[in-house]
């Protein structure tokens, strides 16, 4: 695979991308489909900030904490990092159908700062577990929060299931077919948020696929 870093004919205009996994365990499944991640954004032209989970750790939302002691490092450096990007990749484990805790303690931090960082930033989600569902139905539960704060999240999500097995020891996916799957589904992500950030139209026509008026009255921001 070689998109040789362009969108159509010229090279591409930049972007760049917050990837991390949404798992604390060491040799998680999802840490090694976020790095393929990262090495396919780097690969196509796109620039990368790679975190980790345990970057953005907070104890449990508290508004009470919030009002007395503000906010903690972690949903400090949550919101820096979002900020820094126009759009976000993370690779989540299933836990009971949905979302991990830490991930949605973490979004609930981060959703009380003004400006709300998630608002119009694009996100693509991604899953691993040794499943035959591949984590899926926690990435439905996760787009939910994420769309509700206005997050513009990217309609083809990515489930690796029986990911024990798929990666090979290089760290790309066994299954050719696939790993070419999930390089086009990065690429086309890439040429989405470049489009969006350079080019105001495909903006426009984002908003309008979701049913809404570009107006910013009626923008999606709590």
């Keep these: 695979m070689d998109h040789d870093q362009t969108f159509g004919s010229r090279p591409r205009e930049p972007v760049r991308f917050l990837v ?3 798992s604390l365990r060491r040799g998680s499944l999802n840490s090694q489909l976020a790095e393929l991640a990262a090495t396919c954004i780097s690969a196509n032209g796109g620039q990368v900030d790679v975190a980790a989970m345990r970057d953005f750790d907070a104890p449990s939302y508290d508004q009470d904490v919030q009002h007395e002691q503000g906010f903690p490092p972690g949903a400090e450096e949550f919101r820096r990092r979002l900020e ?10 299933e836990y009971n159908a949905s979302m991990p805790g830490a ?11 003004a400006p709300q960082p998630f608002n119009e930033r694009h996100g693509l989600l991604l899953s691993a577990s040794p499943s035959m ?6 990435l439905w539960a996760l787009r939910v929060p994420l ?9 083809d999500m990515f489930s690796l299931a029986q990911a024990h097995r798929a990666f090979t020891a290089e760290g790309r996916l066994a299954d050719e077919q696939l790993q070419q799957r999930f390089d086009t589904n990065i690429i086309n992500f890439l040429d989405q948020v470049e489009a969006s950030t350079h080019y105001p139209c495909v903006k426009r026509a984002w ?16």
């Design 20 to 22: 991390f996994s949404a």
């Design 84 to 93: 820094a990007c126009q759009g976000f990749v993370v690779a989540a484990p």
């Design 103 to 113: 991930l949605k303690n973490a979004i609930d931090w981060v959703s009380r700062f």
């Design 133 to 138: 569902i591949g984590g899926n139905r926690g």
């Design 147 to 155: 769309e509700h704060l206005g997050a513009r999240v990217y309609p």
């Design 207 to 222: 908003v309008e696929y979701l049913g809404e008026h570009p107006e910013p009255a009626l923008d999606r921001v709590e």
